[in-house]
């Protein structure tokens, strides 16, 4: 089983949906996540961090399920601007190496 | 403006010709670290770094070197570069704090794309 995996997409709503996307995780020492968002060929840069239960900011919200080693990114009323590849990062896998998930391709259509 | 500089942006080199891309950030942070970025694999970390002196492998080591003489400056070296090393090529820095939540939130380079021939 891979480190950390994520459904690659990619995934095509129209604006207004609402979409979710999941990040499943192997190492259950994990105490932090992160999720990331990056455009086309740009540098990822930080959407949310998740150190409890779950965190909301504004039409974002992610929600970490500890027993079942996933966490969720869930977008309400998608906009064209998220469109974007989410990569999913837990914190302190074995040690400080970083491992990212291979990220989730979102298109919002008009 | 807190940031992550890396130099070159883009690059295209021929096999062999050794190549330093460097990085350097402004924020003080202790950790520092590379990754290559190629389509369908996503990111993978090549070195990273926990302070001055003090340097590991990553997931992907083979073909590059890192050194770590300055905190702000973190150098990846290519000494024989290969065409398997085209790639799209991120720095990314951290502080470290030692707290129950653990690692912490990376600030990116704009990334370089080395195209070698």
């Known amino acids: 089983r891979k480190e950390v995996e994520q459904d690659p997409g990619p995934f095509n709503v129209p604006e207004g949906a609402t979409v979710a996307f999941n990040c499943t995780y192997s190492?259950?020492?994990?105490?932090?996540f992160f999720w990331y968002r990056q455009d086309c060929r740009k540098e990822p840069k930080l959407l949310m961090s998740v150190y409890s239960s779950g965190n909301e900011d504004g039409r974002f919200t992610a929600q970490l399920n500890r027993a079942s080693q996933y966490i969720s990114l869930l977008i309400r009323d998608s906009k064209l601007s998220d469109s974007a590849t989410y990569l999913c990062v837990p914190g302190n896998t074995g040690g400080f190496k970083t491992i990212f998930g291979a990220g989730t391709r979102l298109f919002v259509k008009a | 403006e807190a940031q992550v500089t890396q130099n070159p942006r883009y690059l295209i080199t021929v096999t062999g010709k050794k190549l330093t891309v460097t990085c350097s950030q402004n924020?003080?942070?202790?950790?520092m670290s590379w990754y290559r970025q190629d389509p369908g694999l996503g990111l993978r970390q090549i070195y990273y770094s926990m302070n001055v002196e003090v340097t590991d492998k990553g997931d992907v080591p083979e073909g590059y070197k890192v050194s770590r003489k300055e905190k702000r400056n973190f150098p990846l070296i290519l000494e024989s570069p290969s065409p398997n090393q085209t790639s799209l090529y991120f720095c990314?820095?951290?502080?470290?704090?030692?707290?129950?939540?653990?690692?912490?939130?990376?600030?990116f380079g704009a990334g370089s794309r080395l195209t070698v021939l």
């Open positions: 190492n259950s020492a994990s105490q932090s």
């Open positions: 990314a820095s951290s502080l470290i704090r030692a707290t129950p939540s653990g690692a912490n939130v990376l600030t």
């Open positions: 924020m003080n942070h202790e950790y």
